[in-house]
């Protein structure tokens, strides 16, 4: 938080430099234009899924830092009708005892039937999943930038996103998808991520309408430029 760091560091002179992203052209038709109704419904039959489910997508390896427990708590609190898609394999040490417990978990909550694990997806597919899909929940305890944020929403797809690290920074508020904050205290999961997650799905509609920002993110030209003019102030 860059208010934390000034009040830390009193009154020394702080720049905030936007991050800068070249996303492949493949993430989005001109890389903002979101696909359209006929796209995401294609990209739902490939994938075995009708048209009128709602589908939550996790993309992140199986470890605690990447809070997949979080999306599937919330696809529990969501009405049958919506699945969750998680691409990604037990990564880690504890990997393999990470991903029995997220199973687990599943089993206890009852949404088995709804739940599909899958292995990691070569990079030029995941596309396919981000046109598929209603939402893409990014509920990491710790995160560096958040490609896969940045990735889905130039597919058109909103997202929801935890209050960490470079999301907030990635993810417009309430125009290209939701920040959570207090996601991982003991009252939150009761308090409204189950709703956030359904009620981000009216964003679909926005992005199918056209253009659909990314929040502040630029290319890696401008941004380095701005880096060396700031270094050329000094």
């Given amino acids: 938080n860059l208010e934390e760091i000034r009040d830390a560091l009193g009154d020394h002179d702080i720049y905030a430099l936007a991050s800068g992203l070249h996303l492949d052209p493949r993430f989005g038709r ?14 739902r039959r490939r994938l075995g899924f009708p048209d009128d ?13 990447k809070a997949p427990d979080v999306a599937v708590e919330a696809v529990a609190m969501l009405p049958p009708s919506a699945h969750l898609i998680v691409i990604g394999g037990a990564s880690g040490p504890n990997g393999a005892e990470e991903f029995a417990l997220l199973q687990r ?8 039937s709804r739940a599909h694990f899958l292995p990691n997806q070569p990079h030029r597919t995941l596309p396919r999943f981000y046109q598929a899909a209603d939402v893409l929940m990014v509920p990491s305890r710790s995160e560096s930038f958040g490609l896969v944020a940045a990735e ?25 998808g939701t920040i959570l904050y207090r996601v991982y205290l003991p009252d939150a999961r009761g308090n409204g991520i ?29 941004a ?5 003019a700031l270094l050329l102030e000094q």
Avoid: M, N, W, Y
């Fill in 105 to 112: 978990r599943v089993d206890e909550l009852g949404i088995a």
């Fill in 224 to 228: 380095l430029g701005d880096t060396a």
């Fill in 152 to 176: 889905a929403q130039a597919c058109g797809l909103p997202v929801v996103a935890a209050a960490t690290g470079g999301l907030p920074h990635v993810v417009d508020d309430g125009v290209t």
């Fill in 30 to 43: 001109g890389g903002l234009t979101s696909p359209d109704a006929d796209t995401r419904a294609e990209a």
């Fill in 53 to 65: 489910a709602s589908i939550v997508l996790f993309v992140g390896r199986i470890q605690p830092h």
């Fill in 194 to 222: 189950g709703g956030k997650v359904g009620g981000v799905h009216a964003l679909r509609e926005i992005s199918r309408r056209g253009r659909f920002p990314r929040g502040d993110l630029r290319g890696v030209d401008p």
